[in-house]
């Protein structure tokens, strides 16, 4: 079908055009008419056949012919980011498009004034606890990886977010897309949607078994093929491509061993780059560099001036974009990552290697198999749309028995069946909250109700899901998070707090119950009991460092809010929570990066995870503190600051400039700058000789390009904070 087939406006047409789109792909032309038709569609389709289109065409019809608004829902913050960026070419027709991710205890009404808002499933979560009121003007639903239903820790928030909207907008469109899954008739079933499933790729697809032993590769096709080798099977498989000017993904199971393959392969990758590229990836290392003064920067950059990267959680967000733009400029050839690049990022590559099929299971304790709908997420990443006929796509095999084992389960096989995670504990308490301090039910009935429009009700009785709500409910009464008179469900002032703030009612209880006692003394006591809610995940610790931290532990066990437990899981639980808190409380005490990295074997990633994770707990315990024991409540209002910009308390006036993070700001109050007003009133010459500033931030520094007006707003502001930080270094 030609584009100008199509029954949207010409001007979107135009746009489509101008996106080098002329025709649909078959999968496409079969689904279009239901799309446009305003029916509820679930596409199962495999990566790069075309999904996102069909949702951008059921957006384009909904708002711009329907004057309604449209919410693409995405599970990762940096899909949200890409997916906005898709949906900005679409301002061409007069839509603005917006992006919400962070801050759930907001209701952003600036999204009030966009035509399309792109938000994860828990922003979305978070805008319908704060009963957002444009929610009620939606006509048009995406839910973009819905097989993530599945996902142990955000697949019951997306169910029930879903759920909800399609009581609250049952008239909305809702488009889902999925990876090709056992049981998306099931998903379509739920959702009262057409069901549409392809096998089709706009470029076809080789997979095969690479047995590192005889180095031939067994095809699914069951064709085989011997290749010279190169040393290791990675270097085997990867540098005839990379030779012939093309790139390679390589999947691995763990951090280590993206860092490891990368490093073992730059020589001979920097061999195949031209002067040009070598010239533009050393502006980009030296960029990395000047980032962040961390050993993971430095091997990143390193590697990257050779054509090669690491990508996995230990990047920081700006590590990671520049690793995936210089990959899709195709100056990097060659990436080694952890599965989580596999999960809808847009990064193709000519070849795809997937090294491990087996990774840790932190709730098994033990490598366990990769499930097969993940593998083939990554298998599917090979092949590359108007540049490649043919995508390769393999797996590595030890010896010829583990070939055959890894063709029947991974190359022959369907995926796994997704099932609901609203079963868990967890899910429901957390949920049935949410429900009731929403008013969205008020009856015990209404819940049932409410629970058939799940997917979880599809796949288990009524009887134990009702079982298990009963068990939930008495949870949250018990705790005082709900109340219940004559048969009527309502929160109390703290159960409707806790749901607005999105965290887990087990953490509020926790928090409530600190912040309540007279213990906690020290700033790292607070830090700890944040660190042993279930929505913290606590760094790992060995058995050394395990001894080491009860060592800690008895030396701090007075002024820490809990014992140490007797049970040994709950043991391990305590001393990883403050391992954890430590580090956060180095963090705002301005220990450098670099050494924190060091300290806690963690990458950049993992320390700005913390301190984002430790921010919105602290900010909900200072809440909470407001109900129960307000002294206490500026006090952790006051350490939420210090985590945040990691920084003591002489800083928290500088961090407030902006573009002065805590680097700068312990340079600028070295430099004998202590308040705003007098970076504002300094030559910007003399702002530019302290280390971290340089020229150009000296010249924004300065009060050159600040008004009158703004002077006055930020004096008074100043003196406040001035006045604020006297009272609060009474703590």
């Known amino acids: 079908m030609n584009i100008d087939d199509l029954d949207v406006p010409s001007k979107a047409k135009r746009v489509l055009k101008d996106q080098g789109i002329e025709e649909l792909y078959p999968p496409q032309e079969k689904g279009v008419e239901d799309v446009l038709a ?45 997916k906005a960026e898709d949906l900005k070419e679409f301002e061409k027709l007069g839509l603005d498009i917006g992006i919400s991710m962070g801050d759930y205890d907001a209701p952003d009404p600036s999204l009030r004034e966009y035509d399309v808002i792109v938000a994860t499933s828990e922003k979305a979560d978070s805008l319908l606890r704060h009963n957002v009121d444009w929610l009620s003007e939606l006509n048009c639903v995406v839910a973009d990886e819905v097989h993530l239903v599945n996902d142990r820790e955000r697949g019951a928030t997306l169910e029930v977010t879903l759920s909800k909207l399609k009581q609250v907008n049952p008239e909305a469109q809702i488009i889902a897309l999925s990876a090709t899954i056992q049981n998306s008739d099931d998903i379509a079933e739920w959702l009262k949607g057409k069901h549409h499933e392809s096998d089709w790729r706009p470029v076809e697809l080789n997979k095969g078994v690479f047995e590192k032993e005889k180095s031939i590769v067994k095809y699914a096709d069951l064709k085989e093929e011997e290749l010279d080798p190169r040393g290791n099977a990675v270097k085997t498989l990867c540098l005839p491509t990379i030779e012939e000017g093309d790139q390679c993904l390589v999947f691995v199971n763990s951090r280590k061993s993206t860092e490891a393959v990368s490093r073992r392969l730059r020589g001979d990758v920097k061999k195949n780059l031209s002067e040009e590229e070598k010239k533009e990836l050393e502006e980009i290392a030296d960029s990395i560099e000047n980032e962040s003064n961390t050993s993971v920067g430095e091997n990143l950059a390193k590697m990257m001036r ?56 932190s709730l098994l304790g033990y490598n366990a198999p990769i499930p097969v709908m993940e593998v083939q997420q990554m298998l599917g990443r090979a092949g590359r749309p108007g540049y490649d006929d043919v995508g390769e796509a393999l797996l590595i ?179 990883r929570g403050l391992k954890t808190a430590l580090l956060l409380q180095d963090w705002m005490n301005e220990v450098p990066e670099d050494e924190i990295a060091a300290k806690y074997s963690v990458g950049p990633g993992d320390i700005y995870n913390k301190v984002e994770t430790a921010e919105w707990l602290l900010h909900a315990a200072a809440e909470i503190a407001r109900l129960y024991n307000p002294q206490k409540a500026d ?29 700068r700001a312990r340079s600028l109050y070295d430099g004998g700058f202590k308040k705003k007003k007098e970076v504002r009133n300094a030559p910007p010459e003399r ?15 300065s009060e050159k390009e600040f008004t009158e007006e703004g002077k006055v707003t930020e004096q008074v502001k100043e003196e406040k904070e001035e006045e604020n930080q006297t009272s609060l270094s009474d703590f």
């Open 38 to 82: 305003g029916s509820n569609c679930v596409f199962a389709y495999p990566t790069a056949s075309g999904k996102s289109l069909l949702a951008y065409l059921a957006i384009i019809k909904k708002v711009m012919e329907e004057s309604g608004k449209a919410l693409y829902i995405v599970p990762l913050r940096a899909l949200a980011s890409e």
């Open 306 to 361: 050779s054509g090669t990267a690491f990508h996995n959680a230990g990047l920081s967000n700006f590590q990671r974009k520049k690793v995936e733009n210089a990959f899709r400029e195709r100056l990097i050839k060659l990436i080694t990552a952890t599965p989580t690049l596999a999960a809808g990022i847009n990064m193709p590559a000519r070849k795809v290697v997937v090294r491990d099929c087996r990774r840790y299971d």
């Open 397 to 575: 095999a030890k010896n010829r028995r583990a070939v055959d084992q890894l063709l029947d389960e991974y190359l022959m096989s369907e995926s796994e069946a997704i099932v609901s995670r609203m079963v868990t504990e967890t899910a429901l308490r957390t949920h049935l909250l949410s429900l009731i301090a929403t008013e969205h039910c008020t009856f015990e009935e209404e819940i049932y109700e409410f629970m058939e429009e799940t997917f979880y009700a599809q796949q288990s009785d009524i009887w134990a899901i009702k079982d298990r709500v009963r068990k939930a409910l008495n949870f949250l009464e018990e705790e005082g998070l709900i109340e219940e008179e004559k048969d009527l469900l309502k929160s109390t002032t703290f159960g409707k707090r806790v749901s607005e703030l999105y965290i887990d009612p087990v953490s509020a209880v926790k928090i409530r119950r600190a912040v309540e006692s007279g213990k906690m003394g020290l700033d790292v006591s607070y830090l700890h009991t944040i660190c042993l809610t279930p929505d913290m995940y606590t760094l790992f610790a060995g058995k050394s460092e395990l001894r080491k931290y009860r060592k800690k532990a008895e030396s701090l066990r007075p002024d820490l809010f809990e014992d140490l437990p007797h049970d040994k899981g709950e043991l391990e639980e305590y001393l």
């Open 635 to 663: 006090k952790v209002a006051y350490l939420t600051e210090r985590v945040k910009h990691g920084v003591k308390e002489e800083l928290l006036i500088l961090t407030d400039i902006d573009q002065v993070g805590r680097v």
């Open 687 to 701: 702002l530019a000789k302290l280390p971290g500033i340089g020229k150009t931030i000296a010249e924004r520094l």
